[in-house]
């Protein structure tokens, strides 16, 4: 089964029909050698007028023309038949992936109403299901979010509202609504942030950045590791640095992970959920920025360093 | 809430999940161990036995399925839960195919959780009592040693998982006679809607792999059409 679907594999199908067509290109050529003078004497005693001496230059081009025409029509069609099929598997990878990240936080949130519904539980216990149910949701709206936002047919075109934003108590922020995630991942936070530059931002889709960037560090790093955030100029532009001690890339892999639902295959990260659309995003939120976001790591199991960086002139006078 | 403070390891990678599961099952009176991968679930099946495992999949370092395979290949006995968000047809049998008893999907209903885990730990009190004088079991060739779940099959030596020494046994404790599909859901899987009868036959199939040369036409465990299953020890009788 494994053999015939190798068989039909796109490029298989592909070197087939090229090889084909040339098949057939040298059986013509044979059997038009083979009958060249057959054909001259029939066409002579036809239309005499047609042998001239001189080689007819234009019909030559027009026929090379043709020819490359239609090889270029092949290929074309080729390279689309191929991406199509690829975002065909990508799109189940993730609607499979991205079921199943909505599933766990609503199977929790579930398993705590009903344990409020059936079991006696004391003030107290009830404060921490709650919160417990509240960073639950927020990692729901937080992937709503992430799915709404790639879903726009031009990330480029996304509406941007600019509004004067002091980045470091801002990021002081952001980091806040993580203190439940770095507690049960027994995780430490070193927040170095010395300077407080006021830029101009979209605070909503800049959020989504960070929030995706804290999410992924923690996400993909061991208990009790600790991550650090600074703040720093560096030349044009504002660093924000996210540096983990998680499982870290390998230089194959940097390149391609801003792609959409794109997702690092090894056995690391075999069984670690994720819909392989946050960095997409947050690639597409700083270019709209007319920032970059970079990401270094010295290798595989060795951590990361993701940098969103902001241009200096989008510096504001407060 | 006479649980007795039966072990109960629960190996999943959501910290949320996994407290609230510790919660209510500690409230149910059974004594929980959590562990957040299948790595970690391994080192503490190397140190403590216990009665029950409520597993996940998706586990970082080593999945659910490959902690389960791997259980299924020493020689610890106990039942294995699966919770999961897959839920279709294959991953259901994937799971069970790797040594799940039992196979739950996410998000589930807290008090199924508890009749599902209550109902698996008294399925295996029932399979500890012994129906025989003698611990290990034999036919012709081939023997079963209950207590340790040993087996020798046609070819090779192996370990049943619970469900299919469960199954086994029953066969065995009532050999020469027709059990129905019915008694076997019901002792074996506990009284559950949603097992089909379709799961009694394809764990029967398993175990002909184990204990039929042919599969196809077996000697062992005869199927009575539409009545049920019966365990020859003899086939010559």
Known sequence: MGRLRNLFHPIMVFIGVQVAWIVLMAVWI????ENNLAIKEFAQRIRPDLFTAEIQWLILFEGCFLMLLILAGVYVIFVYWNKQNRLNQMQSNFVASVSHELKSPLASIQL???????????TEETMDFVETMLSDTQRL??????ILQS?????????????????????????????????EKQCSLDLKLGVSPTLSLDKRALRMVFNNLISNALRYSPAGSSLIINLQRIGKYWEVNFQDQGIGFEKKDIKKIFRKFYRVQNKDTQNIEGAGLGLFISSEIVKNHRGRLKVSSPGRGKGSIFSVQLPVSREVEV | MNNNGKK??????????????QFNLEREGYNVTLAENGQVAMDLLGEEDFDLMILDIML???????????????????????LSAKSTDEDRELGLAAGADDYLTKPFHLPELLLRVKGILRRWEWYKEPVHDQEVFQFGEM??????????????EFYLTAKEALLMKLLVSQQGKIVTREELLEKVWGYDPQTETRTVDNFVARLRKYFEKKPQSPKHIITHREKGYEFKSDPEK
């Not at chain 2, 259980?71 to 039942?79: E, L, W």
Request: aromatic share 10%; proline share 4%; net charge neutral.
């Open chain 1, 30 to 33: 044979n059997w038009y050698l």
């Open chain 2, 143 to 156: 023997w079963i040693n209950f207590s340790s779940g040993k087996a020798k099959g046609c070819s090779d």
């Open chain 2, 8 to 21: 109960i390891l629960v190996v999943e990678d959501e910290a949320h999940l996994a407290k609230g599961l």
């Open chain 1, 112 to 122: 705590y109403l009903e344990t409020l519904k059936y079991q006696d539980v004391s």
């Open chain 1, 141 to 146: 709206s937080g992937l709503i979010d992430n």
């Open chain 1, 151 to 183: 879903s726009k047919a031009d990330p480029k075109s996304m509406a941007m509202q600019f509004q004067p934003v002091n980045l470091s108590e801002f990021i002081a922020e952001v980091v806040k609504g993580h203190k439940r995630q770095f507690e």
């Open chain 2, 60 to 82: 970082p370092k080593l999945s659910g399925l490959e902690v389960a395979r791997k259980i299924r290949n020493t020689d610890m006995r106990f039942p294995i839960l699966m």
